[in-house]
Antibody, heavy 125, light 111 residues
Framework: QLQLQESGPGLVKPSETLSLTCTVSGGSIRSSSYYWGWIRQPPGKGLEWIGSIYYSGTSYYNASLKSRVTISIDTSKNEFSLNVSSVTAADTAVFYC?????????????????WGQGTLVTVSS | QSALTQPASVSGSPGQSITISCTGTSSDVGDYNYVSWYQQHPGKVPKLMIYDVNNRPSGISNRFSGSKSGNTASLTISGLQAEDEADYYCSSYTISSTYVVFGGGTKLTVL
């Protein structure tokens, strides 16, 4: 049973970079069956996929966020990370790290089966 | 504005059935059978309830079922129970550069 756990600052200043890490346990991040990614949920609002990465380093991003987002992976530590640059108050959200099923021939995850507990990141001075 | 359109709210009485629709386009719901549904109770983590249009993960009650017709997917919950009261989100793979889209969510109230 996969377990995912987010870690990182809960408060980030406007214009700075938001950085979160997700540690995976109960399985290898080098699995050929999964993408590893991030989904966010602003308070009181819906879910938004941010992006996902394969253990090889291949990544896919939501086009609306692509210019500010970087997802990286460290297979030696079984963890992956999210950076969002130039944040504003609109980036305040609960951030979930997720595992996403990988289907041959499909560029990106096709479902999200394991979720971290989520971490609230507030952008404020 | 979400890429997939869901009703903001639905309601039903215990024991009844309800259906939540999720309307997309020929670039997502209409062209791929990668539609999934997530249940989220207040303050909790979303949970996968249906995947690939009509498949249930292990442990999910058979009261939950999914279907698709054209560009619209649907989640049906039969034999409504108080514990089903939650927000429900649909999601689909998309050929566009967004890759994954979600609906805006539907709040289910069990009367």
């Amino acid at each position: 049973q996969l377990q995912l756990q987010e870690s990182g600052p809960g408060l980030v200043k406007p214009s700075e970079t938001l950085s979160l890490t997700c540690t995976v346990s109960g399985g290898s991040i080098r699995s050929s069956s999964y993408y590893w990614g991030w989904i966010r949920q602003p308070p009181g609002k819906g879910l938004e996929w941010i992006g996902s990465i394969y253990y090889s380093g291949t990544s896919y991003y939501n086009a609306s966020l692509k210019s500010r987002v970087t997802i990286s992976i460290d297979t030696s530590k079984n963890e992956f990370s999210l950076n969002v640059s130039s944040v504003t108050a609109a980036d305040t959200a609960v951030f979930y790290c997720v595992s996403g099923r990988r289907e041959p021939g499909i560029r990106g995850p096709t479902l999200f089966d394991y979720w971290g507990q989520g971490t609230l990141v507030t952008v404020s001075s | 504005q979400s890429a997939l359109t869901q009703p903001a709210s639905v309601s039903g009485s215990p024991g009844q059935s309800i259906t939540i629709s999720c309307t997309g386009t020929s670039s997502d719901v209409g062209d791929y059978n990668y539609v999934s549904w997530y249940q989220q109770h207040p303050g909790k983590v979303p949970k996968l309830m249906i995947y690939d249009v009509n498949n249930r993960p292990s442990g999910i009650s058979n009261r939950f079922s999914g279907s698709k017709s054209g560009n619209t997917a649907s989640l049906t919950i039969s034999g409504l129970q108080a514990e089903d009261e939650a927000d429900y989100y649909c999601s689909s793979y998309t050929i566009s550069s967004t890759y994954v889209v979600f609906g805006g969510g539907t709040k289910l109230t069990v009367l």
